[in-house]
């Protein structure tokens, strides 16, 4: 079992023994409390107040420390769970960080495939308005060009060349009208493009804020791990700060280098390794 596995027994075994006592407590607490004002009490022989015996007293004490310490399991309850999935966040560091990575590389690999599917719907989308745009432009131009023939023809008599222009018009009507029935179509094609278009351009957004979001997460998860690597750094620095201490001390000296030592740590409840910790763990170690 390694030494984080341990702390993480030990911890639960700590929380169910706490939990065990509350409920004990939770039960015994009102049982307390009733033998304690079903006991008999004495009257003041000078004021004739009426006054608790010791054994009322006593009585109410123990039930006064039992709520006392009922009211702070919660809150110890609590402190453990967070020191629990600290450790827990610990030891799942590396698949964390595994999970993460994968979960970024196929976000990634689906924000590339939609990239290149809304390039190719942009791509047809802008040759389909060019093309509408282009044939209404050639209709426009081929009645523009019939109607001037026919204008020329009327001003120069000319009853043939009015008569071929005439002809040329009503193709060109006829063009025209053949291209309005296909942009009609070209528009529907074009409207529903532009739909699957933003639909894909959202679904990108998503992906790569997805891609984005793991990358995050598993930068956070490196984070928490090199956390833990500096608090067992932290340990190892109090455990040889400790010995340096009791040596010092042996030798008359009064650890005057340490006196302003202040190393963070990031565990919950942990706090910082000072000259105060150093000390205690000294004398621990001269009286074991």
Known sequence: MTDLQQQL????QQRAALVAEQEELAVRVPQLQAEWRAMPTDFSPLTGAKIGTPESREAMEQASKAESRLRSLP?????????IAHLERLAATDEDIARHETEAKTALERAALLERQHAQLQGRLTALRAEAK???EAARQGEQEAAQAIARAAASSDAKAEKTAQAKLSQAIEAARLVGEKDRTSQIVIKALEQETATLAEQLSEARQQAADAHKAALQAELHGLRGQWDAAADDLAALGARLV????QLGGWNAGLSKLSVPRYAPLAGSVGLDELVR????????
């Not at 027994?9 to 639960?12: K, R, Y």
């Not at 009791?246 to 001390?249: E, M, P, Q």
């Open 9 to 12: 027994s030990d911890l639960h």
């Open 75 to 83: 809150g110890a309850i609590q402190r453990i769970d967070q020191q």
């Open 134 to 136: 282009q044939a209404q």
């Open 246 to 249: 009791a040596l010092d001390r």
């Open 281 to 288: 763990h000294a004398r621990e170690d001269e009286a074991a």
